[in-house]
């Protein structure tokens, strides 16, 4: 089995446990013991149903995706945690990133220059207030100059303003999804 559907089937046995399913039995590769940071999304009839993950590797990966897995269904505060009832119409998707890379940039032009559109995640700091979104994000927001507004603004900052001392790192991850329910 590739890696995506082992990573995606270990999502979903997850998430069918913490709701009264069957017990979840990791598979015995060792790069699961690995540590690995990712993302999980769930979506509900092509909609965001829940999105949870880990921007640095601090665990072995299976652990990570397990715990991430279960936070997008019960802990992600945009949603009611996800009911037996729905998991049959949640698709799901994951992300496994690479390691932070850290970018030197002081004006929003510089950051624009560093980040490679339709490539890179990118975590957005500023003192306490934080934002990141995950590669993909470029499909819904291409224009580099939306992709940072709308990123400041997920962080709790102002969208049109570039405030210094900004921190900015990218990454790229390997997307896998479910295919696409039928009705």
């Not at 089937?9 to 069918?16: G, H, N, T, Y």
């Not at 999980?40 to 072995?60: F, N, Q």
């Not at 037996?84 to 799901?92: A, I, K, P, S, Y």
């Not at 001392?165 to 479910?178: I, K, V």
């Amino acid at each position: 089995m590739s890696r995506g559907l082992t990573l995606l089937a270990l999502a979903r046995a997850a998430v069918d446990e913490s709701l009264e399913g069957p017990q979840v039995q990791v598979p015995q590769d060792p790069w699961l013991n690995e540590p690995g940071a990712c993302f999980v999304t769930l979506r509900k009839d092509g909609e965001l149903r829940g999105c949870i993950g880990s921007l640095e590797a601090h665990r072995p990966l299976a652990e990570d995706l397990i715990h991430n897995a279960r936070g997008a269904a019960h802990r992600d505060p945009r949603f009611e945690p996800l009911q037996r009832n729905e998991l049959n119409r949640v698709r799901f998707e994951v992300s496994l990133l690479s390691p932070l890379e850290p970018l030197e940039v002081k004006t929003e032009q510089e950051a624009i220059a560093a980040l490679r559109p339709g490539m890179d995640g990118a975590l957005l700091q500023w003192g306490p207030y934080r934002g990141v979104f995950i590669p993909k994000m470029w499909k819904q927001l291409p224009n580099p100059l939306e992709f940072l507004a709308f990123l400041r603004r997920k962080a709790g900052l102002s969208s049109q303003d570039w405030y210094p001392g900004t921190q900015l790192w990218r990454f790229t991850a390997e997307d896998w999804a479910e295919p696409e329910l039928r009705n």
